[in-house]
């Protein structure tokens, strides 16, 4: 299980996704629910921010703008502070070699859209009661 929090802080998502309506519905979602959100466009921007907003999980499309989401996902599992961090693929595109691309980039699951609010809330910790 995930600690859903880290110190006095909470749980951090990065969310990155070149669709701003996409990043807009999850970080809606995501901070409805008491989560800490912090949204990029690119994957540049994701390896910029991960070292600073140091998250616990990380919702990345599989197409950014600048590289694939493999590639996002095996460079954050190359930065040590990165390597447990739960890694999530969001992707439209239903294959088996996508979903084992995925697998072999590090991602720690594979949600293909539309995306079922339980799907999403299956692979996060549940927020402590305040």
Known sequence: MLPT???????RILLADRSEETRDLFAALFLSMGYEVKTVTTGTEALAWAPLFRPQAVFTAIHLPDQSGFDLCAALRRMPQMA???IVAITGHLSPDCARLAHEAGFDHYLVKPVKLEAILATLPPLPAK
């Open 5 to 11: 929090t880290c110190g006095e802080q909470p749980f």
């Open 84 to 86: 447990d961090v739960l």
